[in-house]
């Protein structure tokens, strides 16, 4: 058993989550030896307490309490499937020696959760190509939201990547099949959201609450959330093709913003169904007939300059099938509609 010691984060250790920060330092202790001691406040970053999914940055100081000597048990790797692995490699749109990009698929979580064992983070280990390590998520989609997902490969790009997002460098439009039509027919939400708690054991069923802006200061645990939206076609007064690009980036801000629009995304039961507060025209989020009931929320593509080249980079993602039939039934067509409406020269 060694003794208390106090470590400091290198410079190239900096920008990664605790937990993964210990193992490689220490690799003979568990996940669940990590995340119990902190918990009891025996793992500190300059002095505070800190949760294992904690980040550290270069320069601060891990205290380190007295570690068993042999490792632990060797938890087995899950292998991933050769169904899973040619599936996800068949989703790859973009790659290079620093970057990868999927058109994920509607359905497939980006990380684990709560009973989500199969997921795009643990089926990276079959997108390592010629590296030694799986590429890293520097964003997240929803599990049901398809399209542009992209990966860093290497630490390093990771963290250029994700400062990108962060600072809202990176830039990405949504298509949607929305209930109703929106008007105007372009506009901006500016609802803030805050969580609403699930009605199962484990709080299950958790969704976001739309607030009006002037009421997000005064409203705890409120977060300001700024949506552009353009309706780019429309049947009748039924449903509309909407492009929406999210300014900021919130927990289902999509979702809950064309929600509380009176216009639910198509397939979307958690904000359009019974319990959705703003009927609109009274529309619900299921179109019937032959319309797929699965959510028509696709990340068309994603404009950001290259952490390495500085070039700037657009991936664009083509529709998932049950959203594809729909266009197809709607008669609507990419070649239609301006790649970026939101962009003045395009109109």
């Known amino acids: ?20 920060w210990f193992r490689r330092r220490f690799p003979q202790v568990s996940q669940g030896q990590i995340e119990k001691m902190c918990r009891k406040g025996e793992i500190r970053v300059d002095g505070g307490r800190v949760k294992a999914n904690t980040r550290v940055e270069e320069g601060q100081s891990v205290r380190v309490p007295p570690l068993p000597d042999t490792a632990a048990p060797a938890r087995p790797r899950d292998k991933v499937s050769e169904a899973d692995a040619r599936m996800i490699r068949e989703a790859v749109i973009y790659r290079d020696d620093h970057i990868l990009a999927i058109n994920k698929p509607p359905g497939l979580p980006s990380q684990g ?120 076609s429309n049947l009748g007064q039924r449903v509309s093709w909407v492009a929406m690009i999210p300014v900021t980036g919130r927990t289902h801000q999509l979702r809950a913003h064309m929600a509380e629009l009176g216009h639910p995304i198509i397939g979307d039961g958690k904000y359009g169904g019974s319990g959705q507060e703003n009927l609109g025209d009274g529309w ?48 609507w067509h990419a070649n239609d509609v301006p790649v970026d409406p939101f962009d003045e020269d395009e109109l």
């Open 284 to 331: 619900g989020a299921g179109l019937g007939g032959e319309i797929s009931r699965k959510l028509h929320l696709h990340a068309r593509w994603l404009r950001i300059v290259h952490p390495v080249t500085g070039a700037e980079l657009t991936l664009t993602a083509a529709l998932p099938d049950h959203m594809a039939r729909t266009w197809k039934m709607l008669d």
């Open 113 to 232: 959760g709560s009973g989500q064992t199969r997921h795009v983070d643990g089926l990276a280990e079959a997108l390592k190509f010629d590296l030694d390590e799986k590429p890293r998520l520097v964003h997240r989609l929803d599990k049901d939201t398809s399209g542009v997902l992209l990966m860093a490969r290497t630490r390093r790009v990771a963290a250029s990547l994700t400062e990108a997002f962060q600072s809202r460098e990176a830039r990405k439009l949504y298509w949607a099949a929305v209930a109703g039509v929106p008007k105007p027919r372009m506009g901006t939400i500016r609802f803030g959201l805050i969580k609403a708690g699930g009605h199962g054991k484990g709080g299950e069923g958790e969704k976001m609450r739309a607030i009006h802006p002037g009421a997000v200061n005064d409203t705890p645990g409120a977060k300001r959330a700024t949506t552009d939206y353009a309706v780019l």
């Open 1 to 20: 058993m060694s003794r208390v010691q106090t470590v400091e984060v290198t410079a190239d250790e900096g920008d990664q989550r605790l937990d993964r």
